[in-house]
């Protein structure tokens, strides 16, 4: 019994202290707040306004949500974002991917970090054969973000690159790259079954991530998205330097029987959780 007391009473010191604290932080103007909120991650601020009336109005300024929006972030967003709060246009971009590119890319943020995601479209990939219509055709799905798509007719190599500029990512962050695809109701058995190689470096760099795996879309292989596609990681990498580009590929080229029925819609670079 006595130690249950014990326990209660340290309990019950804690919560004064902690009210203390709370009193004090309360007396500070709602900058001194903003700034300080502004100091965490967007998952605190939201945890902060519920605190009371002053922490709200703190935590949900302009101040804060600036800080959580990506430096670039006017040169990114269209004019008919500009009216919305920051805390608003913060939440928007982590709902709602804006394209970019010519139509060819996409940028969301990482709703825990404000990190930046970035998805480049099979119109913005390297794709040997691509232009090649015996090939490859480019066709449109209500499901892809993108205007086209490309979907494999028939080869027998796959050969599939995309580059990304660090400049246009999150600095000092792990990504990983993604493969995101799928298989029409037509496509050969051998495209599933084949394996492939999975490459994920910097340019001109003879360090790379690389791994082989086949393009089942049935768990463990690859992953439902919920979007329609399914999606395989590639590898992952960090972003150290400024001026860099790193090179995800996709790369079949031993296996010389034809595939057929591939759907390619993007690469996306996520930030590892």
């Not at 054969?129 to 979907?151: K, M, N």
């Amino acid at each position: 019994m006595r130690k249950k007391r014990g326990k209660r009473g340290d309990r019950h010191k804690k919560m004064k202290e902690a009210e203390a604290e709370m009193s004090i932080i309360s007396m500070l103007p709602a900058e001194c707040i903003s700034h300080i909120v502004s100091c965490t991650t967007p998952r605190d601020a939201c945890r902060s306004s519920l605190v009371s009336s002053l922490f709200r109005i703190a935590a949900d300024s302009d101040f804060v949500w600036e800080r959580f929006l990506p430096q670039d972030y006017k040169e990114i967003i269209s004019i008919s974002l500009n009216s919305l709060s920051k805390k608003d246009l913060y939440f928007h971009l982590c709902n709602q991917p804006i394209i970019i590119g010519n139509g060819n890319m996409s940028m969301a943020l990482e709703k825990q970090s404000g990190k930046k995601c970035y998805m480049v479209g099979a119109r913005r990939l390297s794709i040997i054969g691509g232009d090649t219509p015996r090939y490859w055709q480019w066709i449109s799905l209500p499901e892809s973000r993108f205007s086209q798509v490309a979907e494999l007719k028939a080869v027998c190599w796959l050969d599939i690159q995309g580059y990304i500029e660090t400049k246009n990512l999150s600095p000092r962050t792990t990504y990983a790259a993604y493969f995101v695809y799928q298989l029409s109701s037509q496509h050969n058995p051998r495209t599933a079954a084949t394996p492939v190689t999975l490459r994920v470096a910097y340019e001109h760099s003879a360090v790379a991530v690389e791994r082989s795996v086949i393009l089942d879309p049935a768990p463990p292989h690859a992953r439902y998205r919920g979007d329609g596609w399914f999606e395989i990681e590639m590898g992952e990498f960090v972003t150290e330097e400024d001026n860099a580009t790193v090179v995800c590929s996709l790369v079949e080229t031993s296996d010389y029987n034809c595939k057929s029925g591939l759907i390619v819609e993007s690469i996306e670079l996520r930030p590892k959780e």
